[in-house]
């Protein structure tokens, strides 16, 4: 998995009222516990980060928040916080239970619209009894998707799934390139690897794995050599490479080693 920073990736928030189950449904996205769960209205307080990776999207934050109608002064405070969450989401994630939309979520939707933060309504506890569709008069027309669930059996997370693929900005999709826009087919690029000792044993940084990535993706050939072995690499090399590329601490010894018609 990449150490991606958190600040990279796409931050999807939960929100609902206390008890309907969010941190259930937090629990079955991730495949394991990472909230508390419990009966008892108001079990999490403060909002909840996980960074996970989550296929086809890549790396995102889910953040488990406390419930839109908290009570007291604890309870403002606690409000306070999920409101901060909302200026930093990408994607959010309404729970409701069977009782349907109320003048809480009607308000969460309204600021959400405001700040045209995509939303998906996710109608939990299905299986407490039948569909309210008259209680959920209060979501915005189609612009709103609803995902029928029973996060406690795991039922309907796959579609929740694939809801939020929907919603995601383009910008996750597909980020700026690093080399794809300067490599063709059948070229070959020449990566110049530090080793760097903040990376854990065995692994390469982000960038570094973006960037072999793209050249496979772009039919090219990718030679990977750390400085030292740069020049008796480029001695080695038949066909002149398109192109060198190195990170910042090794790029005086990387020129020098570099002819001066290689880009």
């Known amino acids: 998995m990449l150490n991606t920073s958190n600040s990279l990736?796409?931050?999807i928030g939960v929100f609902g009222r206390r008890n309907v189950g969010k941190s259930s449904l937090v629990n079955a996205l991730l495949g394991y516990p990472l909230s508390i769960v419990s009966p008892v209205a108001g079990t999490t307080t403060d909002p909840v980060e996980?960074?996970?990776?989550?296929?086809p999207i890549g790396p995102v934050v889910f953040v488990d928040?406390?419930?839109i109608d908290d009570a007291g002064e604890l309870g403002g405070l606690r409000m306070a916080r999920t409101a901060g969450v909302l200026e930093r989401v990408?994607?959010?994630l309404l729970v409701c239970d069977h009782t349907g939309i109320g003048d809480d979520e009607r308000a969460l939707l309204a600021q959400l619209a405001e700040r045209k933060t995509p939303v998906l309504?996710?109608?939990n506890k299905t299986d407490l009894g039948p569909r309210p569709d008259v209680a959920l008069a209060g979501l915005p027309g189609?612009?709103?998707d609803l995902v029928r669930v029973c996060a406690l059996h795991g039922q309907g997370i796959e579609a929740v799934k694939e809801s939020m693929i929907r919603l995601v900005p383009e910008e996750h999709l597909q980020g700026p390139p690093l080399?794809?826009?300067l490599i063709r087919p059948g070229s070959t690029l020449v990566l110049v690897v530090p080793i760097d000792?903040?990376?854990p044993t065995g692994r390469l940084i982000p960038p570094q794995v973006q960037a072999i990535r793209e050249a496979l993706d772009a039919d090219a050939v990718c030679v990977v050599v750390k400085e030292r072995e740069l020049a008796a690499a480029l001695g080695n090399l038949r066909a002149r490479p398109a192109l060198v590329v190195c990170d910042s601490q090794v790029v005086l010894k990387t020129v020098a080693d570099t002819p001066p018609d290689i880009p």
């Open 9 to 11: 990736r796409l931050h």
């Open 50 to 55: 996980k960074a996970i990776e989550l296929p």
């Open 65 to 67: 928040t406390a419930g």
């Open 90 to 92: 990408d994607i959010a």
């Open 121 to 123: 309504c996710v109608l």
């Open 142 to 144: 189609e612009e709103t």
């Open 179 to 181: 080399v794809a826009d």
């Open 197 to 199: 000792l903040g990376a």
